[in-house]
């Protein structure tokens, strides 16, 4: 039976155990946040994970799939993951569908004889068909621009900024310091994030 040097508290604290920091020290100790884990994550937010019909950032509806899918198409052939990209880039990053929202549209709209493909360069490339354009003509111009209506996003620069210099203070005590410096910093973390909640507490 093999057996583990976990250190201290069978936390894994020493080296090889794994994480991120030097030595196998990953930055998110998981007493620095609790059960609900690290407080700047990857979603809103401090950046889009792009995951499912439109990310956690995003407001896109089922359906504005494949009408980004359609309206993308009027200007021009696209490889898949060059549509993915598009509407992030015209979304302001507000909206970045996961490839498993946009390559199962695409068959869809396949098997409906709206779009066809053509390899280029071993991948497909996808086009509109007369039907398909007289349907994307209908549709709506920019469907992606819904998944960004409504956020502030001078506001959300300046979360972004100060969440991230709280993180990158955090990662650099973390990897540099010393085991009591370690202690002091999830000491502060801890109390910073118990303020936060208290500040939705609190009466007006």
């Known amino acids: 039976m ?3 040097d976990r250190g201290q508290g069978g936390r894994g604290r020493g080296p090889g155990s794994g994480g991120c920091g030097p030595g196998g020290h990953g930055p998110w100790d998981r007493r620095a946040f609790g059960a609900f884990g690290p ?10 994970r792009g995951r499912g019909r439109g990310g956690p950032r995003g407001r896109a509806r089922r359906g504005d799939v494949r009408a980004s ?3 993308l198409l009027k200007d021009r052939p696209m ?3 060059e549509m993915i990209q598009e509407i992030a880039e015209r979304s302001g990053g507000a909206w970045k569908p996961s490839p498993g929202s ?3 549209t695409l068959q869809l709209l396949e098997d409906e004889g709206l779009i066809s493909n053509a390899s280029e360069g071993g991948k497909k490339l996808f086009s509109l068909t007369d039907a398909g354009r007289t349907e ?7 469907p992606w621009e819904e998944a960004g209506r409504g956020i502030d996003w001078e506001a959300m620069n300046e979360v972004r900024k100060a969440g991230g210099g709280l993180v990158s203070a955090f990662q650099q005590v973390w990897a540099n310091g010393s085991p009591e410096q370690r202690e002091k910093a999830l ?5 910073a994030k118990k303020k936060l909640y208290l500040i939705l507490a609190e009466e007006e």
């Open 187 to 191: 000491g502060v973390v801890n109390d």
């Open 102 to 104: 946009v390559y199962p």
């Open 69 to 71: 899918i359609l309206a």
């Open 79 to 81: 490889h898949g993951y």
């Open 2 to 4: 093999r057996t583990e």
């Open 136 to 142: 994307a003509e209908a549709g709506p111009e920019a």
């Open 39 to 48: 407080p700047f994550g990857d979603g809103p937010p401090f950046g889009p």
